[in-house]
């Protein structure tokens, strides 16, 4: 079966601070993946998406990236994190074998 | 106009009754529909997904689509207190160059009443 991994659970990081999230899918492969936020109170918004290794696409400029080196690993990175960047990051995949998006269990950040 | 609207709610149902949550949607090429439910502090969690016009039920729940007027629905059967959560809609759309995106809408939030 395929589930799909991302940690940590939360994170409180200073402003200025770099940020690395890691997301991994098990039990399939060349999966699309996608990282989305949700502010507080607000609905999904797209931040990234992969359909293959070393392939993004941005959908919001800012000052995240993201990065897919394993066809199963895609990594959401800042340099240097703004209090605007604090919500919920939920890493996503869809694949043939699945019918719908499914979300890994999500990191809470909140920058101070 | 936003390209998936929900009303925010909060909609309150009593135990037992039907709820009923609306979605419509602006891209008039989207063809996937899905439901999602999220309980606070959680990540959400696929309930119902839909593609053609009509009704498919599962459960307690019934997803109805309607491409002409772009309207997508979800009624939730008997309802129970363990329904109370953020119902999301999402909308997949793919372009002609074969980008695909999923868009969701701001959620409507259920409090079913014992």
């Known amino acids: 079966s395929q589930t799909i991994h991302q940690w940590p659970a939360t994170l409180v990081q200073p402003v200025g601070s770099p940020l690395s999230l890691e997301c991994t899918v098990e039990g399939t492969s060349n999966p699309n993946l996608y990282w989305y936020r949700q502010a507080a109170g607000r609905g999904l918004q797209l931040l990234f998406y992969?359909?293959?290794?070393?392939?993004i696409s941005s959908e919001v400029p800012q000052n995240l990236s993201a990065s897919r080196p394993q066809d199963r690993q895609f990594i959401l990175s800042s340099k240097k994190l703004l209090l605007s960047d604090s919500g919920f990051y939920l890493c996503?995949?869809?694949?043939?074998?699945?019918?719908?998006?499914?979300f890994g269990s999500g990191t809470r950040l909140t920058v101070v | 106009q936003k390209e998936v609207e929900q009303n925010s709610g909060p909609l309150s149902v009593p135990e037992g009754a039907i709820a009923s949550l609306n979605c419509t949607y602006s891209?008039?090429?989207?063809?996937?529909f899905f439901w999602y439910r999220q309980y606070s502090g959680k990540s959400p969690e696929l309930i119902m997904s839909i593609y053609s016009n009509g009704d498919k039920e599962d459960g307690r729940f019934t997803a109805q689509l309607n491409k002409a007027s772009q309207y997508v629905s979800l009624l939730i059967r008997d309802s129970q207190p363990s329904d109370s959560a953020t119902y999301l809609c999402?909308?997949?759309?793919?372009?002609?160059?074969?980008?695909?995106?999923?868009?969701f809408g701001t959620g409507t939030r259920l409090t079913i009443i014992p």
């Open positions: 891209d008039r090429v989207s063809q996937s």
């Open positions: 999402a909308v997949r759309s793919i372009s002609n160059f074969g980008n695909e995106k999923l868009t």
């Open positions: 996503a995949w869809y694949g043939l074998d699945n019918y719908g998006y499914t």
């Open positions: 992969s359909v293959g290794i070393g392939q």
